[in-house]
């Protein structure tokens, strides 16, 4: 299989949670598909909870164990929960050709956010730190 895009949003989350997905297949693009899947079905909230676990929890099962970034991965959840406001998509295909920057400019998103690089700071990655520049609200 080449991509995510060939999974039902319902396999697609049963297999990454069960962490049967093949790892190639979690893209970037894959990360924010989940997130929408999981804001429109189970709420910000809980999605950005329940993303953090099984991502944690994937890492750990197919990679080291250190790939996981809090920051990054709640960021990128709340990034996606501002645009499905913006939004009448019923597909998450639909959504990521509203808005392609969350794939093709994901980095100057979040720099617009964090005036540090969240990507290497190791507290970033332990817990979420607020943004320092701009608000997610």
């Not at 790892?23 to 953090?52: M, V």
């Not at 501002?82 to 019923?90: L, Y």
Request: one cysteine or more; proline letters at 2%.
């Amino acid at each position: 299989m080449e991509s995510h895009h060939h999974l039902s949003d319902t396999i697609f989350e049963a297999s990454f949670s069960d962490a049967s997905l093949n790892p190639q297949l979690f893209t970037h693009e894959a990360h924010l598909r989940l997130a929408w899947i999981y804001i429109k079905k189970y709420g910000i909230d809980k999605a950005e909870s329940k993303i953090c676990d099984e991502i944690r929890q994937f890492d750990k099962i197919h990679g080291d164990g250190t790939k996981f970034n809090m920051t990054v991965t709640v960021a990128a959840v709340k990034m996606v929960h501002h645009f499905i406001k913006k939004s009448d998509s019923v597909t998450f295909s639909a959504f990521i050709n509203q808005f392609p920057r969350l794939v093709t400019r994901f980095k100057v998103l979040l720099n617009q956010h964090y005036g540090m690089d969240v990507f290497n700071n190791d507290q970033a990655r332990l817990k979420y730190l607020e943004p320092d520049l701009l608000s997610f609200d």
